[in-house]
Structure formats: structure tokens, C-alpha cells
């Protein structure tokens, strides 16, 4: 071995090395268990990677190359969610054509994937931007709309009106689109859904079954929603059907004082009085200005508008005024509740706004109104409410969901032509599947119109068709599919990418899905986690694949942060009120004005650090070993290079070690004496096998930075033998722990690892090899020394038995002199004793 450790030109030839032998790639095998290891589907982007994206990929990658050493057969492929909105914007922003530029940015993900050593099969290699792939994201629409699950409805939906697209509810964040974060509006348009309302106990019912964070699988059941209560008739005014109207609580319907619609229900326009039509008709023209997500936020001012109707409480028969509110949407329950001012906080504010009443049923605990008069507050009261209203025919009992049916369209270009054929004469009709794929067509001018319809409406090459079923003239659907349909299935196809007669054989997915480990950041947890949930128990009910979940387990790893200049606007310095000094801004205004905070990396913001330069100043290896040594996996960090740097000094005295007992060094020969160590000698292997415990372990945790902080400790404790050696005199245990140091380290810093393995001249790669099992009576410490403390100082140190109990402890630590002289013939009032760390005595 070199006595320099130079990482550049170590690690060209590794990665070299890996890719002439393909030692990535995986292929089907009855003789290893296998394991699937799968990031999140990624768009790449123009910025290109940089090194806060790698806390997700080089944990997963540290994992998998640990488990492929453990004997697995694993599969760790990548591809691009190369279709959708934001290549579509980003390619806007650039005046390019969409197809070049993604082929182009993943060829540069892929470059700097590879410069860093991620172990991928590149030969299963997926773009779901390619005709062969969308193909298939074709056919299962069509699968979906023959079984019922696809469906076109007129119907209000949240518009975008910077990216001139409909949004599905679940990228609306907080009124504003998940991408540009522009203000939503409501805007009545014909759509194309997926019928996901109908898996919804499904999708509650399997959270339990798998080994996902409690936070995401909470955020699903929140967004899934299921609610049980009462559906109730309210009688109205002048009309001979009644409203109905679902409560969780039908127990409160005694303290029913109005009832109030949502602004976009159908019954509004029939019950408005002509009095009150211009205020109505003015408030639900507001109301179409917001979504529904901004219309339920928690602290929004209630608003809304008398409509001139009364309907009849059919508990008390009171006359109660009827309202439209946004707080009320038509996509829960009927779209119209009974409102409760006593006992629901939204109803209270609403009738405090508008002087209505307010009637408590409960107090102190007791019910005081309705039939149930006396009998103390408790949840079986809603159960003998449905009965009381059932028996009399008033309501029933009924469960809904704050699910709402999955929105595909999208007024895009670059997006999966839906399938779909309009004829005058046989309505919808399905493209035959041996016309698959629907070809997007090759355009110069695709920006969005704006008008409510699709670029591809404006083609009449592409629009007009023939119908297949009467032959007659025919209009292809214009609409394509959101980026979020071709993610949700991506991960199947990866089984069997090149299979050219279905989107994945039987034989493929069984030996390799489900999905053994899902990484991938925690802003999915209601989009694409929801949606690739609810396809895979579609083919499961197909017949097309044996499994109703498609992620075992899932990780969400932290954010990585970096110091980047801003300014305060509105004048209070406050976190919401803080704006990026983007890079050609800052020459405005001088530096000793600017405000600097922590926030995620960003190319706008002018703050990305890029995994090219890292390397190039530090090498892959290094930081690598940074983003796994930061911190724990899950937490969000702060860049610094000053880590990366201490990362690269923690190698180059690895390869110091190493280097300096490469010469001679024989596996054979330490095999052969190892039994006979002693002492010293003795210490170091303990500590060797304790460390191959220690790191299995946490690796098997994903405690990536613990792992590498005991190979540090490891690492100092064979310095202190080294240094006591005499020049070129060897020592079998030194020797034995540089062999296991290399093997152990080599998840984490691939490169340095196989050139190591190498200088020890072992053959193989790494990858290939077997991890080390701990021996666990070399591994077991025999005796250990506790701290004798009284009233909290240290009074002794006590030498006992690894294995002895707290009573043995407790009676050595009594009998110890310097204890007897400090109790001073007095009665100890309590011993504390922490098994092989510490007693404490106190007087």
C-alpha cells in the first residue's frame, strides 16, 4: 500500500472496477434470501443533486452493501419520475422541450450518483417519461376504468392559475399550490378520478400491519378520515324532502340551533329566498376563491350568509335558521351539517359572529336536555342516540370519510396521455390495448393555455381519431396523467424492466416485491405513500401481483440545512417574516444588513453545495462518512465543512494504520495464533468483537452514526497497540482487528475499503464478502470496574464480576473501606447501584 492516501485516484478506480464487473446487478436466485431496497422515485432537476439530497441516498445505499454482505440477494435499482409539473415548469423556465432536458438532468444525476459510490442497477434503469414505460402507466388506467375505479365527473376543483393546471387536494398546501405556491382557486371543470374513496377501510385497516413511522401512518389516518355517527333528516320549510345532515355526535342534537350548507350544495340555489339571493350568490362566488384545505384551516374567521330558509329540529321541533358557511364542504359527510354552539368550537365562533343561540345539552358531566336527561356524559350515549332516532325514523347510523377521490387530470403536456376515446355515438370508449401506447406528440409550443383545457386540445393530429368500437369519427381525451400515477407503480416495473408484453411478469414481482426497505422524505405521506398504497391492492385484486402492500418498512431521513443570507420584511424579525437574499440580490444590499438563517439547500437560494465538489476537494469517501456520521438518520442537520473535513482526517489515519501493517501482513498466520492471546492482546480482541456486535447492531437500526462512532473508538484502541509495537514485530490480535476494521468499514466508505482489502491481499470485492459474526465468549468482559460514590462523591473503584447481580454488588460496595470510613458506624439511608457502571451510597 501507498503510505499516501490518495482518494481520487482510489476511487475512479473502484468505480471503475464495480461497473467492468456489474457487481450491482441482480438476478433472480432461489439459493439467498433476497431484499429489496428502494429511495423514492426522484425527478431530476436542472440544479442537479447536492449534498443534503445524499443524507437520504448513501444511508440506504451503507444498508443495503451491509446486507448484501450478510448473504442477501439484493436489489437496489434507480430511475427518473421524469413526467409531470415540475419538469414540465422547469423546462418552461429554460424555453426547452421538456424530453431532452430530462434525459439530459438524469444523466448528470446519474453521474454524480455514481461519483459518490452508490451501488445501483443501472441495468433496471426506468424513465417514466418513455413511451415503454407510460405504455404500461396506460394499461393500468384502463385496468382501473374496467373495473370501475376510473370515472370523468364534472366537478370544482383547485386551479392554479400561475401553472394553469387542476391540483388533486393532496398538493394543495395550505391554499397554495404544493409546487409554485401560488393562491388556489375553485374552478367547475370536467375531471378524471380515481374511485380511491373505495379502498379506504382497506388503506386504514393495513397501517397496522406494517413497520412505517407512527407519524406518517397517523398523518394517513387523519387524511383517510373515517368518522361513524348519524346521518339525520331535518325537515325544511316549503319543501317536501328533508335535508339531511351527518354529525358525529347525534347526542347533541337537543343544542341543534342552525343548520349550515356548504356554499356548493346543491340545495342552496332551491332554498335561497329572493331577498338573500344577491348576498348568497356574492358569498359562494368568494368561496370558489379558496380550497377546501384553506376553507378548513384551524383559526380561519367563520364567515357566512342566511339563506332565508328554516328547517325544523326533529328532536325538539324547533324552528332553526339555514346558512351556507366555507367551513363546510361538500366533499365530508352530505356537505351540510347541524351546528352545536354549546359543544363544537367552530360553531361556537360562528354563532358568537352572528348572534345565534346556543343550547348546552351537557353540564357539569350530565346530559340536561333531550330523552337522556340525568344520565351522566359517556360516548354510549351517541350509540343510544342513532337507536332513539332509527326507531322513530328520523336518522341512521352511518360511517364516512374525509377521503375524496383520487384527481388524475392534469391540463398539461408532459404528462401520460389519459386513454381514453369520446365518440358522439358510443360516448367513452377505451384505446384497444395493442394501440398502446397513446403517443405524446412532438411539439414546439406546449405551455399550458389556461383556458381549462390541455396543450394536446390544440392538435388535430393528435385529437382526431377514429372510434374504435363503430369506426366513426372520434376525439382522443386531451387531458394526461399527474406525475403521482406513473410514481405509483414504478417500483413494480423495476422487478422486470425490460418485459415488453406486460408491465411486470407474476414470476418477477413474487421473488422480489414487496419493497423490504422504503426511503424517502416524510412530505409523501398523503400523496405518493397514499397512492402507490391503493394501486398495488388494485392489481392485487386483479390477480396481478400476491400482496396488499407494496413498503414493508419505510424510513424518512432528516433535512439538511445551510447558513444562507436573508432579509426581514414587515419589519418584525420573525421567522415567517424572513426572505432569501437570492445571489443577485445581495450586491443591493450591504452584508452587515443581512440576516442569516438555517434552511434547506436550494439553486434559487444560491446556497446548494454540490456532491462535485466535495469530492473533488475531500473525496466520495469522506462524505459519505459525514452524512452518516452527523447524526442520527432521522434528524434534520446543519452543514458544515468542518465535519467533512474530520471525516477526511478519519480515513487517512485508517488507511495510516493499515498501510503501516499491510507488509506481512497473513490471515493464515493470525488465524493459526489467535487463540493464544493474552493480556493485552486479550483487551484488543474483546474490543474487536465487541465492535462487530456494536456496529451489526446499529446498522440493523439504521444508527449509522453510533456505528461509526464505535469504529472510531475501535479504531483509537488499535493505534494504542500499534505504537507499542516494535517496528515490523506483528501481533495477531492487531492483525485480526485490521482485517474485520477493513471488512466493517466498507459499507461506509466502499472505495478505501476494496483498496485496503486489496493492500492486505485478500481477494474479491467487499461487496461480495461475508460480514463478520461476533464471537460472543471473546466479546463477553469478565470483569468490570464500578465508581463507589457516597452522597454523589467518589469515594473507591471496585472491581467485580461482569455477571455479578445488585445484591453482590451492593454488599462489595458496603464491605469497601473507604465506604465504612465515610458511613462512619451510621446506616446508609439508600444504596443506588447501576449495574457495571456506579453505586452511589447515600447517608
Same mark, same amino acid.
Given at each position: 500500500?501507498?503510505?499516501r492516501?490518495?482518494?481520487?485516484?482510489i476511487?475512479? &478506480?473502484?468505480?471503475?472496477?464495480?461497473?467492468?464487473?456489474?457487481?450491482?446487478? #441482480?438476478?433472480?436466485c432461489?439459493?439467498?434470501?433476497?431484499?429489496?431496497?428502494?429511495?423514492?422515485?426522484?425527478?431530476? *432537476?436542472?440544479?442537479?443533486?447536492?449534498?443534503?439530497?445524499?443524507?437520504?441516498?448513501?444511508?440506504?445505499?451503507?444498508?443495503? %452493501?451491509?446486507?448484501?454482505?450478510?448473504?442477501?440477494?439484493?436489489?437496489?435499482?434507480?430511475?427518473?419520475?421524469?413526467?409531470?409539473?415540475?419538469?414540465?415548469?422547469?423546462?418552461?423556465?429554460?424555453?426547452?422541450?421538456?424530453?431532452?432536458?430530462?434525459?439530459?438532468?438524469?444523466?448528470?444525476y446519474?453521474?454524480?450518483?455514481?461519483l459518490?459510490?452508490?451501488?445501483?442497477?443501472?441495468?433496471?434503469?426506468?424513465? *417514466?417519461s418513455?413511451p415503454?414505460?407510460?405504455?404500461? $402507466?396506460?394499461?393500468?388506467?384502463?385496468?382501473?376504468? %374496467?373495473?370501475?375505479?376510473?370515472?370523468?365527473?364534472?366537478?370544482?376543483?383547485?386551479?392554479?392559475?400561475?401553472?394553469r393546471?387542476?391540483?388533486?387536494?393532496?398538493?394543495?398546501?395550505?391554499?397554495?399550490?404544493?409546487?409554485?405556491?401560488?393562491?388556489?382557486?375553485?374552478?367547475?371543470?370536467?375531471?378524471?378520478?380515481?374511485?380511491?374513496?373505495a379502498?379506504?377501510?382497506r388503506?386504514?385497516?393495513?397501517?397496522?400491519t406494517l413497520?412505517?413511522p407512527?407519524?406518517?401512518?397517523?398523518?394517513?389516518?387523519?387524511?383517510?378520515?373515517?368518522?361513524?355517527g348519524?346521518?339525520?333528516?331535518?325537515?325544511?320549510v316549503?319543501?317536501?324532502?328533508?335535508?339531511?345532515?351527518?354529525?358525529?355526535?347525534?347526542?347533541?342534537?337537543?343544542? #341543534?340551533?342552525?343548520?349550515?350548507?356548504?356554499?356548493?350544495?346543491?340545495l342552496?340555489?332551491?332554498?335561497?329566498?329572493? $331577498?338573500?339571493r344577491?348576498?348568497?350568490d356574492?358569498?359562494?362566488?368568494?368561496?370558489?376563491?379558496?380550497?377546501?384545505?384553506?376553507?378548513?384551516?384551524?383559526? %380561519?374567521?367563520?364567515?357566512?350568509?342566511?339563506?332565508?330558509?328554516?328547517?325544523?329540529? =326533529?328532536?325538539?321541533?324547533?324552528?332553526?335558521?339555514?346558512?351556507?358557511?366555507d367551513?363546510?364542504?361538500?366533499?365530508?359527510?352530505?356537505? #351540510?351539517?347541524?351546528?352545536?354552539?354549546?359543544?363544537?368550537?367552530r360553531?361556537a365562533?360562528?354563532?358568537?359572529t352572528?348572534?345565534?343561540?346556543?343550547?348546552?345539552?351537557?353540564?357539569?358531566g350530565?346530559?340536561? #336536555?333531550?330523552?337522556?336527561?340525568?344520565?351522566?356524559?359517556?360516548?354510549?350515549?351517541?350509540?343510544?342516540?342513532?337507536?332513539?332516532?332509527?326507531?322513530r325514523?328520523?336518522g341512521?347510523?352511518? @360511517?364516512?370519510?374525509?377521503?375524496?377521490?383520487?384527481?388524475?387530470?392534469?391540463?398539461?403536456?408532459w404528462?401520460?396521455?389519459?386513454?381514453?376515446?369520446?365518440?358522439p355515438?358510443?360516448?367513452?370508449?377505451?384505446?384497444p390495448?395493442?394501440?398502446?401506447?397513446?403517443?405524446? =406528440?412532438e411539439?414546439?409550443?406546449?405551455?399550458?393555455t389556461?383556458?381549462g383545457?390541455?396543450?394536446?386540445?390544440?392538435?388535430?393530429?393528435?385529437?382526431? $381519431?377514429?372510434? =374504435?368500437?363503430?369506426?366513426?369519427?372520434?376525439?382522443?381525451?386531451?387531458?394526461?396523467?399527474?406525475?403521482?400515477?406513473?410514481?405509483?407503480?414504478?417500483?413494480?416495473?423495476?422487478?422486470d424492466?425490460?418485459?415488453?408484453?406486460?408491465?411486470?411478469?407474476?414470476?418477477?414481482?413474487?421473488?422480489?416485491?414487496p419493497?423490504?426497505?422504503?426511503?424517502?422524505?416524510?412530505?409523501?405521506?398523503?400523496?405518493?405513500?397514499?397512492?402507490?398504497?391503493?394501486?398495488? &391492492?388494485?392489481?392485487?385484486?386483479?390477480?396481478?401481483?400476491?400482496?396488499?402492500?407494496?413498503?414493508?418498512?419505510?424510513?424518512?431521513?432528516?433535512?439538511m440545512?445551510?447558513?444562507?443570507?436573508?432579509?426581514?420584511?414587515?419589519?418584525?424579525?420573525?421567522?415567517?417574516?424572513?426572505k432569501?437574499?437570492?445571489?443577485?440580490?445581495?450586491?443591493?444590499?450591504?452584508?452587515?444588513q443581512?440576516?442569516?438563517?438555517?434552511?434547506? /439547500?436550494? &439553486?434559487?437560494?444560491?446556497n446548494? @453545495?454540490?456532491?462535485?465538489e /466535495?469530492?473533488?476537494?475531500?473525496?466520495?469517501?469522506?462524505?459519505?462518512?459525514?452524512?452518516?456520521?452527523?447524526?442520527?438518520?432521522?434528524?434534520?442537520?446543519?452543514?458544515?465543512?468542518?465535519?467533512i473535513?474530520?471525516?477526511?482526517?478519519?480515513?487517512?489515519?485508517?488507511?495510516?494504520?493499515?498501510? %503501516?501493517h499491510?507488509?506481512?501482513?497473513?490471515?493464515?498466520?493470525?488465524?493459526?495464533?489467535?487463540?493464544?492471546?493474552?493480556?493485552?492482546?486479550?483487551?484488543?480482541?474483546?474490543?474487536t468483537?465487541?465492535?462487530?456486535?456494536?456496529?451489526?447492531?446499529d446498522?440493523?437500526?439504521?444508527?449509522?452514526n453510533?456505528?461509526?462512532?464505535?469504529l472510531?473508538?475501535?479504531?483509537?484502541?488499535?493505534?494504542?497497540? *500499534?505504537?507499542?509495537?516494535?517496528?515490523?514485530?506483528?501481533?495477531?490480535?492487531?492483525?485480526e482487528?485490521?482485517?474485520?476494521?477493513?471488512?466493517?468499514?466498507?459499507?461506509?466508505?466502499?472505495?478505501?475499503?476494496?483498496?485496503?482489502w486489496?493492500?492486505?491481499?485478500?481477494?474479491?470485492?467487499?461487496y461480495?464478502?461475508p460480514?463478520? $459474526?461476533?464471537?460472543?465468549?471473546?466479546?463477553?468482559?469478565?470483569?468490570?470496574?464500578?465508581?463507589?460514590?457516597?452522597n454523589?462523591?467518589?469515594?473507591?473503584?471496585?472491581?467485580?464480576?461482569?455477571?455479578a447481580?445488585?445484591d453482590?454488588?451492593?454488599?462489595?460496595?458496603l464491605?469497601?473501606?473507604?465506604?465504612?470510613?465515610?458511613?462512619?458506624?451510621?446506616?446508609?439511608?439508600?444504596v443506588?447501584?447501576?449495574?457495571?457502571?456506579?453505586?452511589?451510597?447515600?447517608?
Open positions: 500500500m501507498l503510505e492516501y490518495e482518494f481520487q485516484v476511487e475512479r &478506480k473502484w468505480q471503475q472496477r464495480w461497473r467492468e464487473a456489474r457487481l450491482f446487478e #441482480a438476478e433472480l432461489h439459493d439467498r434470501p433476497k431484499y429489496y431496497g428502494l429511495e423514492f422515485f426522484p425527478y431530476p *432537476s436542472g440544479a442537479g443533486l447536492s449534498v443534503g439530497h445524499f443524507k437520504n441516498y448513501v444511508p440506504t445505499d451503507a444498508f443495503l %452493501r451491509y446486507k448484501a454482505m450478510c448473504g442477501f440477494n439484493v436489489l437496489h435499482p434507480m430511475g427518473w419520475d421524469a413526467f409531470g409539473q415540475p419538469a414540465e415548469n422547469e423546462a418552461i423556465r429554460l424555453q426547452r422541450h421538456p424530453q431532452p432536458m430530462v434525459q439530459e438532468f438524469a444523466a448528470n446519474r453521474h454524480q450518483m455514481d459518490i459510490g452508490l451501488a445501483y442497477d443501472w441495468s433496471r434503469e426506468v424513465n *417514466s418513455d415503454s414505460y407510460y405504455r404500461w $402507466t396506460q394499461w393500468i388506467f384502463l385496468l382501473l376504468y %374496467r373495473m370501475g375505479l376510473a370515472y370523468r365527473a364534472q366537478a370544482p376543483v383547485n386551479w392554479c392559475p400561475q401553472d393546471t387542476v391540483l388533486a387536494n393532496e398538493e394543495v398546501v395550505n391554499g397554495r399550490c404544493w409546487r409554485c405556491d401560488t393562491p388556489i382557486e375553485q374552478r367547475q371543470l370536467p375531471q378524471w378520478f380515481f374511485r380511491i374513496t379502498y379506504a377501510d388503506l386504514l385497516a393495513d397501517l397496522e413497520d412505517w407512527e407519524g406518517i401512518k397517523a398523518m394517513q389516518r387523519n387524511w383517510i378520515g373515517r368518522s361513524e348519524a346521518e339525520i333528516a331535518f325537515p325544511v316549503g319543501r317536501s324532502e328533508p335535508l339531511r345532515v351527518f354529525t358525529t355526535r347525534p347526542d347533541t342534537l337537543w343544542g #341543534a340551533t342552525f343548520v349550515v350548507l356548504a356554499p356548493e350544495h346543491p342552496v340555489a332551491e332554498i335561497t329566498t329572493d $331577498t338573500q344577491r348576498e348568497v356574492a358569498y359562494i362566488a368568494h368561496a370558489r376563491g379558496h380550497s377546501e384545505i384553506d376553507r378548513l384551516a384551524e383559526g %380561519r374567521q367563520k364567515t357566512g350568509v342566511w339563506t332565508g330558509a328554516s328547517a325544523v329540529n =326533529p328532536a325538539t321541533g324547533d324552528l332553526i335558521p339555514i346558512w351556507i358557511a367551513y363546510v364542504v361538500m366533499g365530508y359527510g352530505t356537505g #351540510a351539517i347541524m351546528a352545536v354552539p354549546a359543544h363544537d368550537a360553531d365562533a360562528f354563532a358568537e352572528y348572534g345565534l343561540p346556543m343550547i348546552p345539552v351537557y353540564a357539569d350530565m346530559t340536561v #336536555a333531550g330523552p337522556f336527561s340525568g344520565e351522566p356524559e359517556a360516548s354510549a350515549l351517541v350509540q343510544q342516540s342513532i337507536r332513539w332516532l332509527d326507531e325514523g328520523l341512521r347510523g352511518v @360511517v364516512t370519510y374525509k377521503l375524496r377521490d383520487w384527481l388524475i387530470s392534469r391540463q398539461r403536456y404528462g401520460a396521455p389519459i386513454p381514453i376515446i369520446h365518440c355515438q358510443c360516448g367513452e370508449v377505451p384505446v390495448e395493442d394501440q398502446l401506447p397513446v403517443l405524446l =406528440p411539439v414546439e409550443q406546449y405551455q399550458p389556461g383556458t383545457e390541455s396543450p394536446l386540445a390544440g392538435i388535430p393530429e393528435f385529437v382526431e $381519431t377514429t372510434c =374504435p368500437t363503430c369506426g366513426g369519427p372520434a376525439r382522443r381525451e386531451t387531458d394526461t396523467m399527474g406525475g403521482f400515477a406513473c410514481s405509483s407503480w414504478y417500483f413494480l416495473r423495476f422487478a424492466p425490460h418485459n415488453t408484453e406486460a408491465p411486470f411478469s407474476r414470476e418477477a414481482v413474487d421473488a422480489w416485491l419493497v423490504d426497505l422504503y426511503v424517502g422524505g416524510a412530505e409523501h405521506a398523503v400523496m405518493h405513500l397514499l397512492y402507490a398504497r391503493f394501486w398495488t &391492492k388494485v392489481l392485487y385484486d386483479a390477480g396481478l401481483v400476491g400482496f396488499t402492500e407494496p413498503f414493508t418498512t419505510l424510513r424518512n431521513q432528516g433535512m440545512l445551510t447558513r444562507t443570507p436573508g432579509r426581514t420584511v414587515g419589519g418584525e424579525d420573525a421567522i415567517e417574516n424572513w432569501v437574499l437570492r445571489p443577485e440580490e445581495r450586491a443591493t444590499i450591504p452584508e452587515e443581512w440576516v442569516w438563517r438555517w434552511v434547506k /439547500m436550494s &439553486k434559487s437560494y444560491g446548494v @453545495v454540490t456532491p462535485d /466535495m469530492a473533488a476537494q475531500y473525496g466520495a469517501d469522506a462524505l459519505r462518512i459525514y452524512e452518516l456520521f452527523v447524526a442520527p438518520f432521522e434528524e434534520t442537520v446543519l452543514w458544515s465543512e468542518e465535519g473535513r474530520g471525516a477526511a482526517r478519519f480515513l487517512a489515519r485508517v488507511w495510516r494504520l493499515v498501510a %503501516r499491510a507488509e506481512g501482513f497473513d490471515a493464515t498466520v493470525w488465524r493459526t495464533s489467535i487463540a493464544q492471546a493474552q493480556g493485552d492482546e486479550m483487551a484488543l480482541r474483546r474490543k468483537h465487541q465492535t462487530i456486535a456494536k456496529v451489526t447492531e446498522l440493523e437500526s439504521f444508527r449509522f453510533t456505528a461509526l462512532a464505535a472510531m473508538e475501535w479504531v483509537n484502541a488499535m493505534y494504542e497497540v *500499534s505504537q507499542r509495537l516494535p517496528d515490523r514485530q506483528r501481533s495477531a490480535a492487531l492483525d482487528a485490521i482485517e474485520h476494521l477493513v471488512v466493517l468499514l466498507s459499507p461506509f466508505a466502499p472505495h478505501i475499503a476494496d483498496e485496503m486489496e493492500g492486505l491481499r485478500q481477494m474479491g470485492f467487499l461480495r464478502h460480514w463478520p $459474526t461476533p464471537d460472543a465468549t471473546v466479546a463477553s468482559v469478565e470483569e468490570v470496574i464500578l465508581v463507589i460514590q457516597v454523589g462523591k467518589v469515594r473507591d473503584r471496585l472491581t467485580v464480576p461482569a455477571d447481580d445488585e453482590t454488588v451492593r454488599v462489595l460496595a464491605a469497601s473501606p473507604k465506604v465504612q470510613y465515610s458511613l462512619a458506624d451510621r446506616e446508609p439511608a439508600k443506588i447501584v447501576v449495574l457495571g457502571r456506579v453505586v452511589n451510597v447515600v447517608i
